[in-house]
Every structure is written in C-alpha cells, then in structure tokens.
C-alpha cells in the first residue's frame, strides 16, 4: 500500500487491523485505538480517498490502496493542513485524543462539501466522540478551515 504517499511493503498476519499496522509497523502513532469496537472515531484514516475507521479494516485489505493518516495532512515542509491550524485556533482539541479522528472526518466532509452548514458539520462528525470539548470550538474549527464567518454560531 501506499501509505502518506510513500510506498510501504510488510507481511502480516491475515488477521491484523489496519489501525494496529499502521502504529505499530509502519509508526504512525496519530491514529488513535479509542475503543476497539467502531464506535468512537479516534482511528479514522482515508483508504483512496474514502473515510473509514480503520479499527474495521484488515489490513490486507489496504493492499493495493492509497492510505492518508494525520500525518499525511500536512505538507512535507511541515505546514498545517487548514483543518490542522483551525483546530488550533478555535480551541477544537483539549486532551488531544480524538484531534486526528475527527480532523481527517472532517477532511472528508470538506472535500465533498467546502461549505458545509453547521447542521450539516454535526451530522458528519456523529461517528466521532469527543469527551473533553463538548463539540461547539469543533464545529467552529471546520467551519472556520471551510472559509466561512464563525462569529454567528450560537454556543451551545
């Protein structure tokens, strides 16, 4: 698989989650285990291009694809993806632990939708739990990367 465009050949056993390869083989450590059962969203990634959990996925089931991680979100020179830098101004992380889900969920939301409404912001971000922000400077972070005014959203 080609994993933040880099080209990455290992064995593994035909029962290995792509979250744990790509921790523990390949090194990747942003994309979190949360809970181990699909329900929080701290391990989603993009296999060619689509959203997924990858604590559902085999890894064998990458072979072949296109895998982008947090880490793959920026520039090669370091420079933040707008999400990234959203998230850092707008206070959309605390503990840090569901950041990389919920940035490469919204990632997805954008590229389908750069200007996405509130409303629509929420219903995209349902699969990702997040314990610490209550949601509100998470919400505003995505609008805020898609190019739109976040002094209207009403705090919750």
Do not use: W
């Not at 996925?57 to 990458?62: G, I, K, P, Q």
């Not at 420079?79 to 940035?103: D, K, S, W």
Request: charged share 15%; with cysteine.
């Amino acid at each position: 698989m080609t994993v933040n465009g880099k080209p990455v050949t290992r064995d593994v056993e035909a029962r290995r989650l792509l979250v744990d390869y790509l921790r523990q083989d390949v090194g990747l450590t942003g994309t979190h285990v949360g809970c181990d059962t699909s329900q929080c969203g701290a391990c989603v990634v993009h296999v060619n291009g689509m959203a997924i959990k990858a604590c559902t996925m085999l890894a064998v089931e990458a072979e072949g694809a296109e895998v982008l991680t947090i880490e793959g979100l920026a520039e090669p020179d370091g420079t933040l993806h707008p999400l990234q830098e959203a998230f850092n101004a707008h206070h959309g992380l605390q503990c840090g632990f569901c950041t990389a889900g919920m940035i490469m969920s919204a990632a997805s939301l954008l590229e389908a939708n750069p200007a996405p409404t509130e409303s629509e912001v929420r219903h995209h971000l349902e699969g990702n739990i997040c314990r610490c922000t209550g949601y509100h400077n998470i919400v505003k972070a995505v609008m805020a990367a898609s190019g739109q005014d976040v002094a209207a959203l009403a705090a919750e």
